[in-house]
């Protein structure tokens, strides 16, 4: 049995429109416009497919409302995902992040899963040709590029040869397949400790001398990401070791920046982990207190926020705030362009006393 409902809307109420538009089963959308308001006509099956929104069509409705454009469903999933976040930051609120991953990543399976499962293969076939030949174009590209480009500057030895290994992974895929190509390269060649690679950071706030936060950081990573790991410069206990090292490199996780000491320093080394501590100790610690994951940390007296991009070599670690990357990396590579013509410059012969002007400031001073 059908039901008739006839719905008077007043400009402005998103709830009633999504609560038309959106109904499950719309045979007929007769529209007239009186004034300044909206009357609608909808013929449904159940009284129940007229319910309340989801934030997601409810972005849909006002983009549509906006630009006159149907966007994809995902579309309005993006936009409600990105306003929880930030309202979360900004309240301070904790996500369960864990929960949230576990359930995002099953539902990814699941799509990608069904998307196959009814993927006409046959309407693909006139596609091969060209697809094989992209591919293939891509893949020769980048290998030019990551060796005449990445593996010339970073400067042409064996950690060159891991960070283009690297950069292909980039290239051909995301940061992902970029980890696994220079742990490929590594656990076949060595450790490359002066490799070094621009990663996302995934930062955990926990108690000194208690470890139990920094398991939880291990399972909210993504793969590719930096854990940043804020021990309140705590040195008295290992909090890492080569434990938790193999479940990062389970988990797929770039590196860990430690704010407090480790242990089984040899065992991580042998694992190929990038892991940068402020000292060493041995002695245990306990799991009695949760910690804070995703939350602005301190690390080595440098406020580190999450999202922000890390860059570590045997030096040291650097992080850049997401809002001066374009900037700083800029800077940086002004710099480095500098710095190759100075080599160049003693190469030919000529010494840093002529190239710095250092020369020129001796004589002034001795005169």
Same mark, same amino acid.
């Not at 979360?88 to 359930?103: C, F, N, Q, V």
């Given at each position: 049995m059908y039901l008739y409902r006839r719905v008077e809307i007043r400009a402005g109420d998103i709830r009633t429109v999504r609560a038309v538009l959106m109904a499950h089963e719309i045979h007929q959308f007769p529209v007239n416009r009186p004034g300044n308001n909206i009357r609608i006509i909808v013929l449904a099956e159940h009284k129940s497919d007229i319910g309340y929104p989801a934030l997601d069509e409810t972005v849909n409705f006002i983009l549509l409302s906006l630009t006159g454009l149907n966007f994809p469903y995902y579309v309005g999933l993006l936009f409600g995902g990105a306003l929880v976040r930030n309202i979360?930051?900004?309240?301070? #609120?904790?996500?369960?992040?864990?929960?949230?991953?576990?359930?995002s990543n099953t539902s990814l399976n699941l799509f990608l899963s069904m998307a196959l499962m009814s993927l006409n293969i046959s309407k693909l076939i006139d596609l091969a040709l060209p697809m094989i030949v992209i591919l293939i174009a891509q893949a020769v590209v980048m290998m030019l590029w990551a060796y005449f480009i990445t593996f010339n500057i970073t400067g042409r030895d064996y950690d060159a040869a891991v960070m283009a290994a690297g950069h292909c992974g980039v290239g051909l895929s995301q940061t992902p397949n970029a980890v696994a190509n220079m742990s490929a390269v590594i656990e076949k060649n060595g450790p490359a400790p002066t490799a070094w690679f621009v990663l996302p950071v995934v930062t955990v706030q926990c108690f000194p001398g208690d470890n139990l936060a920094l398991h939880q950081g291990i399972y909210a990573a993504k793969p590719g990401d930096v854990l940043i790991l804020d021990c309140h410069s705590y040195t008295e206990a290992g909090h890492f070791g080569d434990i938790m090292a193999l479940a990062c490199k389970m988990q797929g996780i770039a590196g860990v920046v430690i704010d407090g000491s480790c242990r089984d320093a040899e065992d991580i080394r042998e694992l190929g982990l990038p892991v940068f501590v402020r000292g060493f100790n041995p002695s245990g610690t306990v799991k009695a207190s949760l910690g804070k994951v995703n939350v602005p940390v301190n690390c080595g007296g440098i406020r580190v926020n999450p999202g922000d991009m890390v860059i570590g070599d045997c030096d040291g670690v650097v992080v850049v705030p997401r809002e001066? *990357?374009?900037?700083? %990396?800029? !800077?940086?590579?002004? !710099? %480095?362009? #500098? *710095?190759?013509?100075?080599? *160049?410059?003693? #190469?030919?012969?000529?010494?840093?006393?002529?190239?710095?002007? %250092?020369?020129?400031?001796?004589?002034?001073?001795?005169?």
């Open positions: 979360a930051d900004m309240t301070h #609120k904790e996500l369960r992040m864990y929960e949230l991953d576990t359930i001066y *990357e374009d900037e700083v %990396f800029a !800077k940086a590579k002004a !710099k %480095f362009e #500098k *710095e190759t013509h100075i080599v *160049e410059a003693l #190469k030919q012969g000529k010494t840093t006393l002529e190239i710095y002007g %250092f020369d020129r400031l001796i004589e002034k001073l001795m005169a």
